[in-house]
């Protein structure tokens, strides 16, 4: 363990008053945050330090960076094991067929209902070696952009999998299981039966147990609203409340959805969930732009809290936000929203990307630039899904807190004389701009490198274990691609000019 003091920093507390402290500092002892404040209200706290960890003091100097708490994404899934399949990396630069998906156009509860099924087995085909290289490369794309905790949503991977490559990488996850065990069909006025419910929960229990190191969490949860039946509501009812754990599913995220929920199951998807006792204050709702102001006040009364994904819609033609004014509404009303990345096979967007897409999006839908500001923005990516998932310690830099921190330098020409270099984050940089990430007092990368990890080795296994599950298991030639991938030269960081 170490002592490490963060000097002159333009530090960003994300705390309950959003301070900012132009020329901050913040003193970390082991894992822990001790001191927050100017260069001599934390030059206090170094002064009562013993002798011997005096010694031990490493001063990182700040004054050309912004300091932010870790983000936490509570909204993510592990996918990157389907790279290859469907139009992915198989189309060639020049395919402009880019039709909407199962999500554009408000998409279609059926085919996503069909789809979330279908990808629930494929998580047990990958083999614990390929398990363990995907987990971990892909975790490490989030934690380079300085995501430093995860809310898995179900993920096609094994949760032993994500809890050991969390604790390898030093990140922090609450994992989750791909649970469904009925599907919607259209021909059908009745969900149809694809999985054992009793099955599911054993497994869903399983996780529990996989949790309970300061990296490692669990988040029960159904993959999709259309995909539980009652009786997987009730069990993860009964188990959520009795281990305490928060719980989370997709729900009202289509157009259709509560037509196709209603016909299935009698009443729409947050009145279900609210009926098998699952809305609570420990349950987080994932997109939820489809509520009727009934299903708004079930979320409001029981304290649950909101995710959404605004830099990924956009990608996906999903116009939940855009189509109605739920989520502005909900916040307005109190309801703790929270940013996240969702996932895909290939990376679509970072907490840096969803901050500038509800920023701007808030500005343009309701007119207002003070609708949402920047700050706000970065307590969405921070404190607010820090308290959804229940994982107190973090999300904010405060003295107490685990020392999860993220560095983005402030020193070329996007910050010049731009007072507010959080605003120039969002507007002109990205999740490469991240330059430093700190987890529980350890510095993970430095200078935009991993600093315990190779890299390089982490790319190369995550291509070997793509190219043997996607030709084993999902019938791509994956060989031809694979070996273009390793023969170019791992990608670099390259900084805009100062
Ligand atoms: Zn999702």
């Given at each position: 363990m170490s002592v490490l003091l963060l000097q002159d920093g333009c530090v960003h507390t994300a705390d309950a008053e959003h301070r900012v402290l132009l020329r901050g500092c913040v003193l970390v002892v082991d894992d822990r945050i001790v001191a927050v404040g100017t260069a001599e209200e934390v030059g206090t706290a170094v002064a009562t330090l013993p002798p011997h960890r005096l010694a031990e003091l490493t001063v990182l100097d700040a004054s050309r960076a912004m300091v932010l708490p870790g983000f936490v994404n509570a909204h993510w899934h592990e996918?990157?094991?389907?790279?290859?399949?469907?139009?992915?990396?198989?189309?060639?630069?020049?395919?402009?067929?880019?039709a909407g998906g199962m999500l554009s156009n408000g998409g279609d509860p059926y085919d996503v209902s069909a789809s979330f099924d279908g990808s629930a087995d494929l998580a047990d085909l990958l083999t614990p070696g390929e398990a363990a290289a995907v987990a971990r490369y892909s975790m490490w794309t989030q934690l380079r952009c300085g995501t430093t905790t995860l809310g898995d949503t179900?993920?096609?991977?094994h949760p032993s999998a994500l809890a050991r490559a969390a604790t390898d990488l030093g990140m922090r996850c609450a994992v989750s299981l791909w649970a469904g065990d009925v599907v919607c069909e259209p021909g059908s006025d009745a969900p149809v039966r694809t999985r054992d419910a009793a099955r599911l929960l054993a497994r869903t229990e399983e996780i529990v147990r996989l949790a309970?190191?300061?990296?490692v969490r669990a988040r029960p949860g159904t993959v999709y609203i259309t995909n539980m039946s009652d009786e997987l509501g009730k069990g993860l009812a009964d188990l959520t409340a009795r281990h305490d754990l928060p719980f989370v599913t997709h729900v009202a995220a289509l157009r259709a959805e509560a037509d196709v929920v209603r016909r299935h199951f009698g009443t729409t998807g947050l009145r279900r969930l609210h009926d098998l006792g699952l809305v609570t204050d420990r349950f987080t709702a994932v997109h939820c732009g489809f509520l009727d102001d009934e299903e708004r006040a079930l979320l409001l009364d029981a304290g649950a809290s909101l995710t959404v994904s605004p830099a990924k819609y956009g990608c996906t033609g999903e116009t939940l936000m855009a189509e109605t004014d739920t989520v502005t509404a909900l916040r307005r009303a109190g309801l703790p929203v929270s940013l996240s990345t969702d996932g895909s096979p290939l990376p679509h967007s970072g907490m840096v990307e969803a901050m500038r897409a509800i920023w701007h999006g808030s500005a343009e839908r309701t007119g207002d630039p003070a609708e949402l500001l920047p700050t706000d923005a970065l307590a969405m990516a921070t404190r607010v899904p820090a308290t959804s998932l229940g994982w107190?310690?973090?999300?904010s830099i405060e003295p107490g807190n685990l020392a999860d921190l993220v560095l983005v330098r402030t020193d070329d020409w996007r910050y010049l004389l731009q007072p507010r270099p959080l605003e120039s984050l969002l507007v002109l940089g990205g999740s490469l701009d991240v330059d430093t990430v700190i987890v529980g007092g350890r510095v993970l990368l430095r200078d935009g490198r991993a600093t315990e990890v190779d890299e390089d080795g982490l790319r190369s296994d995550y291509l070997d274990a793509l190219e043997s599950f996607s030709s084993r298991c999902l019938g791509v030639d994956a060989a031809p691609l694979v070996r273009a991938a390793h023969r170019r030269p791992a990608p670099r960081r390259d900084r805009p000019a100062g």
């Amino acid at each position: 363990m170490s002592v490490l003091l963060l000097q002159d920093g333009c530090v960003h507390t994300a705390d309950a008053e959003h301070r900012v402290l132009l020329r901050g500092c913040v003193l970390v002892v082991d894992d822990r945050i001790v001191a927050v404040g100017t260069a001599e209200e934390v030059g206090t706290a170094v002064a009562t330090l013993p002798p011997h960890r005096l010694a031990e003091l490493t001063v990182l100097d700040a004054s050309r960076a912004m300091v932010l708490p870790g983000f936490v994404n509570a909204h993510w899934h592990e996918t990157f094991a389907l790279r290859l399949t469907g139009q992915q990396a198989l189309r060639p630069a020049s395919d402009r067929t880019d039709a909407g998906g199962m999500l554009s156009n408000g998409g279609d509860p059926y085919d996503v209902s069909a789809s979330f099924d279908g990808s629930a087995d494929l998580a047990d085909l990958l083999t614990p070696g390929e398990a363990a290289a995907v987990a971990r490369y892909s975790m490490w794309t989030q934690l380079r952009c300085g995501t430093t905790t995860l809310g898995d949503t179900g993920s096609v991977n094994h949760p032993s999998a994500l809890a050991r490559a969390a604790t390898d990488l030093g990140m922090r996850c609450a994992v989750s299981l791909w649970a469904g065990d009925v599907v919607c069909e259209p021909g059908s006025d009745a969900p149809v039966r694809t999985r054992d419910a009793a099955r599911l929960l054993a497994r869903t229990e399983e996780i529990v147990r996989l949790a309970g190191s300061e990296f490692v969490r669990a988040r029960p949860g159904t993959v999709y609203i259309t995909n539980m039946s009652d009786e997987l509501g009730k069990g993860l009812a009964d188990l959520t409340a009795r281990h305490d754990l928060p719980f989370v599913t997709h729900v009202a995220a289509l157009r259709a959805e509560a037509d196709v929920v209603r016909r299935h199951f009698g009443t729409t998807g947050l009145r279900r969930l609210h009926d098998l006792g699952l809305v609570t204050d420990r349950f987080t709702a994932v997109h939820c732009g489809f509520l009727d102001d009934e299903e708004r006040a079930l979320l409001l009364d029981a304290g649950a809290s909101l995710t959404v994904s605004p830099a990924k819609y956009g990608c996906t033609g999903e116009t939940l936000m855009a189509e109605t004014d739920t989520v502005t509404a909900l916040r307005r009303a109190g309801l703790p929203v929270s940013l996240s990345t969702d996932g895909s096979p290939l990376p679509h967007s970072g907490m840096v990307e969803a901050m500038r897409a509800i920023w701007h999006g808030s500005a343009e839908r309701t007119g207002d630039p003070a609708e949402l500001l920047p700050t706000d923005a970065l307590a969405m990516a921070t404190r607010v899904p820090a308290t959804s998932l229940g994982w107190t310690g973090i999300g904010s830099i405060e003295p107490g807190n685990l020392a999860d921190l993220v560095l983005v330098r402030t020193d070329d020409w996007r910050y010049l004389l731009q007072p507010r270099p959080l605003e120039s984050l969002l507007v002109l940089g990205g999740s490469l701009d991240v330059d430093t990430v700190i987890v529980g007092g350890r510095v993970l990368l430095r200078d935009g490198r991993a600093t315990e990890v190779d890299e390089d080795g982490l790319r190369s296994d995550y291509l070997d274990a793509l190219e043997s599950f996607s030709s084993r298991c999902l019938g791509v030639d994956a060989a031809p691609l694979v070996r273009a991938a390793h023969r170019r030269p791992a990608p670099r960081r390259d900084r805009p000019a100062g």
